[in-house]
């Protein structure tokens, strides 16, 4: 039974540190709005703090500045993971080709997003 109790606990772990935050930004937004339209009711002003704090988390369309600058990451992070698993192969030759094979798919996530950065149409002018 010990077996099969630590993976299930861990499991567990994982989605609720997933989950938690998601839950918790859900319910403060819903407590807010539920404030909001209590003082819209009632006939009082809006403070512009309250409406910045409403829009403040809205998602922008993605600019070539920011496709670039992930593509940036994704490939150093493949590239980081290449030369690890060639480095830390030397003893063992079992590792370097999975390790290469794995460091492949950040490479790729990051060549696809500095292709993106090319063709978006939002591209920022360059000062």
């Known amino acids: 039974m010990e077996g099969i109790l630590v993976p299930i ?17 859900s319910r403060e937004r819903t407590e807010m709005q539920s404030t909001l339209r209590a003082a819209i009711e009632k006939g009082q002003p809006v403070p512009p703090e309250v409406i910045e704090a409403l829009t403040r988390n809205v998602k922008v369309a993605p600019t070539s500045l920011s496709d670039l600058r ?17 480095l830390a192969d030397f003893e063992d030759h079992d590792f370097r080709f999975p390790g290469l094979g794995i460091a492949a798919i950040p490479l ?6 500095i292709v993106l950065s090319f063709f978006n149409p939002s591209k920022a002018k360059r000062v």
């Open 9 to 25: 606990t861990l499991f567990i772990v994982i989605g609720a540190i997933c989950i938690a935050p998601v839950w918790l930004k």
């Open 70 to 86: 992930a593509g940036v990451i994704w490939a150093a992070v493949g590239i980081g993971f290449g030369l690890f698993s060639y």
């Open 108 to 113: 790729m996530i990051g060549l696809a997003y």
